[in-house]
């Protein structure tokens, strides 16, 4: 069975622009959650979705949105792009959300702001 | 915000020595995941132990829990130069209505000895 899959792999932005991260998780899963790994912050919960329905979202400015699709693929989109935004942006698929069941990462996107 | 914290923060043996990595969390949980990080990819899962188990195998991993000291241990057994890697603990929980994610600790960075 195929794993959680991330696109782009790698990321290099201009400050100001906007980007947007796709995610497709494993097959049969609903829940999609994304988080945002820094040296300093370590990782951080941005948001997770269910059965297209955000479910809950982390404390990260409104310029972190995201949604998700019938086929439960998600994308995540960072506007107006700030330099602290350089990170490695990872989701994680789960069949009934990670609070119940196991969670399996992509292998991330790693964006670079300049 | 940071769940809770692994000790130690970095850990080097020797090549077939036992490992053994420490996880502590502030609120109560629904389950507690364990993963392994290699140089800042994807998160690998290890190993997933529910509220109401106190300890879990799988191959040369041994996981305990114990809620009433809020602690979780994960002991890697005959390690490998494979192993090095970082290794987070990871928290999810009921929230509300909803959940919050996965809550991560900080991590131990493992170095295997040849």
């Known amino acids: 069975k195929a794993g959680v899959t991330q696109t782009p792999r790698y990321l290099i932005k201009t400050r100001g622009q906007q980007v947007t991260l796709s995610c497709s998780p494993i097959?049969?899963?609903?829940?999609v959650s994304w988080y945002q790994q820094t040296p300093g912050q370590g990782l951080q919960f941005l948001f997770e979705?269910?059965?297209?329905?955000?479910?809950n979202k982390g404390n990260f400015p409104g310029r972190f949105s995201g949604r998700q699709f019938s086929n439960s693929r998600s994308e995540m989109n960072v506007s107006t792009l700030e330099l602290g935004d350089s990170a490695l942006y990872l989701c994680?698929?789960?069949?009934?959300?990670?609070?119940?069941?196991?969670?399996?990462f992509g292998q991330g996107t790693r964006l670079t702001v300049v | 915000s940071q769940q809770g914290e692994e000790d130690p923060q970095a850990l080097s043996i020797q090549e077939g020595e036992n490992a053994t990595m420490n996880c502590s969390y502030k609120?109560?949980?629904?389950?507690l995941q364990w993963y392994r990080q290699n140089s800042g990819r994807g998160l690998v899962h290890l190993i997933l132990?529910?509220?109401?188990?106190r300890e879990k195998h799988s191959g040369r991993l041994r996981v305990t829990l114990d809620t009433s000291k809020k602690s979780s241990s994960l002991l890697i057994t005959a390690s490998r130069a494979a192993d090095t890697a970082s290794y987070f603990c990871?928290?999810?929980?009921?929230?509300?209505?909803?959940?919050?994610?996965?809550?991560f600790g900080k991590g131990t960075h493992l170095i295997i000895q040849p």
């Open positions: 990871a928290t999810g929980r009921r929230a509300g209505g909803g959940a919050d994610g996965l809550t």
């Open positions: 609120t109560s949980i629904n389950n």
């Open positions: 132990i529910r509220s109401n188990e």
């Open positions: 979705y269910f059965s297209e329905t955000q479910r």
């Open positions: 994680a698929s789960s069949f009934w959300g990670a609070e119940n069941t196991e969670a399996f």
């Open positions: 097959s049969g899963h609903r829940s």
